[in-house]
Structures are given as C-alpha cells and as structure tokens.
C-alpha cells in the first residue's frame, strides 16, 4: 500500500513542478533554496523536490505524503482569510466525509482535553499557533498552522457534572478555496494526531 501512496506522491510532485507559471513561494507560504520548496508542515520542516518530500530529513511515503502534496498543488497566491472561521460542513462536498473528520480529528481528542490544556503552550509553539480568540465558545481554544496557509481553530469544552467533554475544529475561512475537501479532512486528522504525539 506504501508504494501506492509513493506513487500518487511522485506523480503530484511532478505536476507540480511540471507548471512553471506558479510562485511557489507565494502560493504555498514557502521558501526557495534551489530545487528545494520549504515550509513548515504539522509542526515539522518539510522539503519537497523534484525526488519527493521529506518531514525534517525523513522521506514522507505516507498518506501524511499526499496531505502535503495537496496542498503544494492546489494552495493559491491568497493570503490568509482566518474570520470567520468554518466547519467542515459547511466546506463544499464534504458529506461523504464529514463522519470521519468527526472521528479522525475532534472525537480522538476528547479523552485528552484536560492534558492538552494542561500542555498548551508546547503545542503552540510547535504548530505555530496562538490561543483562540476571547469571543470563542468552549472552555478554551487554539488555533494552529498545519500548514502556512491552512488554519485549524480547536475549540474545547472540559468535562463537568453534566456534560463530557467534547471537541469542536473549525478551518480558517478560505481554506476550502487553497485545498480540496477531502485533503481538508486529512488535515484535521493528522494534525490531531501531532497534537497527540505532543502529549
């Protein structure tokens, strides 16, 4: 199956550099070193050359691969609308996922809300983030960078007496313009599982 994903990567890597009419620092929120595209990717230094791409010097193979080829091939020269932040719902086509997003990305959390608070500021640091606006619902908030144009904002509620916790992941307002759907929900599940890993 790995050398499936290799493929699909590969493929998505040459098209990418294939279309030379593209910035692609301006469009991806990178930096240019030769062939070399870097940015920052679920809270790691990501490479992508015509060879592939790497998570800080480890070749990415993976489905986690075709996330950031993705984004690579269809991120845009926009800047960063945030406000007002989306549900997955309501991003175009996103029914046939929108059960696994819950699954993937908010329902895998719930379990470690307090230890997330409890860790916050490792977590911003390392996903490039900030503490969700005063005017958010919830308990407390962040919003993080998984990738230099796409932003996550997790809203999450502490168990009480009445109620369990629970977890809510918004998407900056333009995301769906800088990505498909489907890569979207990918997004929210990997980078729940960094915040995980951090725990």
Do not use: W
């Not at 279309?19 to 301006?26: A, M, N, V, W």
């Not at 075709?66 to 690579?72: G, H, I, N, R, W």
């Not at 091939?73 to 696994?100: I, Q, T």
């Not at 990305?105 to 503490?131: C, F, Q, S, W, Y």
């Amino acid at each position: 199956m790995s050398g499936n994903y290799q493929a699909i990567i590969q493929d998505n890597v040459d098209a990418l550099f294939r279309d030379t009419s593209r910035d692609l620092e301006k469009a991806l929120g990178a930096t240019r070193n030769g062939d070399e595209i870097l940015f920052r990717a679920f809270g790691s230094q990501c490479a992508i050359t015509p060879l592939g791409i790497s998570l800080d010097g480890q070749p990415l193979t993976g489905p986690s691969g075709v996330v950031v080829s993705l984004y690579a091939l269809h991120s845009k020269d926009l800047p960063v609308k945030e406000y007002p932040f989306k549900a997955f719902k309501e991003m175009n086509d996103s029914m046939p996922y929108a059960g696994a997003f819950a699954t993937h990305t908010e329902h895998i959390l719930v379990p470690k809300v307090e230890a997330i608070r409890a860790n916050m500021d490792a977590i911003l640091e390392r996903l490039d983030g900030n503490t969700g606006p005063d005017d958010l619902p919830g308990d407390f908030s962040m919003v993080v960078s998984p990738l230099p144009k796409i932003r996550l904002c997790y809203i999450f509620y502490l168990p009480d007496d009445d109620f369990p916790a629970s977890v809510t992941c918004l998407f900056s307002n333009n995301a769906g313009d800088l990505m498909p759907t489907d890569g979207l929900a990918d997004v929210g599940e990997y980078t729940s599982r960094t915040i995980l890993n951090l725990l």
